[in-house]
């Protein structure tokens, strides 16, 4: 199945290349930079233990809504539609104090449903089905029945959850993009990120931006050169990205 939002660095495109990657046998699966999740929703299963992480508590908050409370969610989504209006109302009220968590979550999938490239700043002028995507929430809260979520730093959960037979996929801010990314990830973070893995048990599969720093940075590992089309180039006018799948086994 599809994930349920779109996301900055989302991996819609690129999915399948990543899955095959993955090793024959693990028996818990941990997506350390969940975001969106399109590879953790690909399959109806990748493990028997299967956990989503990510660093922003409003991305957080609504994943758990979705698993908890499908219905509830619905409900508050009910007054949404595709306008302007409700899209910066909703950015101007995501901090106003008093908010359940229901109401929290609607505000902000209303944001990332309405925002050009999710960067939950601009409204996107394009037409849109909100109301089949608010019906398909019902599949999604299935799918994330057994799935932990957490919301924690990246050095924290690997270091909670590592066995040798665990399976880190790792989807950080990409080198020197961090600033588009809502979450405060920091340059340093990825020397950070690269000697956390470096003492794991488990493996880890890690997609990044094709650059000379990131080749330096784990340049004792597996990288394999993928490319995927630009999300935000047109059709009419295709452009290329290279990315970057290294894994330590």
């Not at 095959?20 to 969106?36: L, N, T």
């Not at 508050?76 to 595709?82: A, D």
């Not at 932990?148 to 996929?169: C, H, M, P, W």
Request: glycine letters at 4%.
């Amino acid at each position: 199945m599809n994930s349920f939002i779109s996301w900055i660095g989302g991996k819609k495109l690129l999915k399948k290349k990543i899955i095959e990657q993955f090793p024959e046998k693990f028996d818990r699966y941990i997506e350390v930079f969940g975001g969106a999740g399109w590879v953790l929703f690909d399959k109806e299963k990748h493990a028997p233990m299967e956990v989503y992480n990510d660093i922003n508590g409003d991305l957080v908050n609504l994943y758990r809504c979705v698993k908890y409370h499908p219905e509830a969610l619905q409900k508050e989504l009910e007054w949404s539609f595709v306008s302007r209006e409700q899209f910066f109302d909703g950015i101007s009220q995501s901090r106003i104090r008093g908010m359940t968590d229901i109401q929290r979550a609607a505000r902000f999938y209303c944001m990332i449903k309405n925002s050009f490239g999710t960067d939950l700043r601009s409204f996107g002028v394009r037409p849109k089905d909100l109301q089949k995507s608010i019906d398909f929430l019902q599949e999604v809260s299935k799918r994330l029945n057994r799935v932990v979520i957490e919301n924690v730093d990246f050095g924290q959960l690997i270091k909670t959850y590592d066995r040798e037979s665990a399976l880190f996929y790792c989807d950080p801010p990409y080198y020197e993009a961090e600033n588009y990314y809502p979450d405060h990830f920091q340059p340093e973070d990825h020397v950070r990120l690269r000697d956390t893995l470096s003492k794991i048990k488990g493996k880890f599969v890690l997609s990044y931006n094709d650059c000379p720093e990131i080749r330096i940075l784990y340049a004792e590992y597996d990288l394999i050169e993928v490319e995927r089309q630009d999300n935000l180039v047109a059709k009419t006018n295709p452009r290329r990205y290279k990315e970057l799948i290294i894994k330590n086994y």
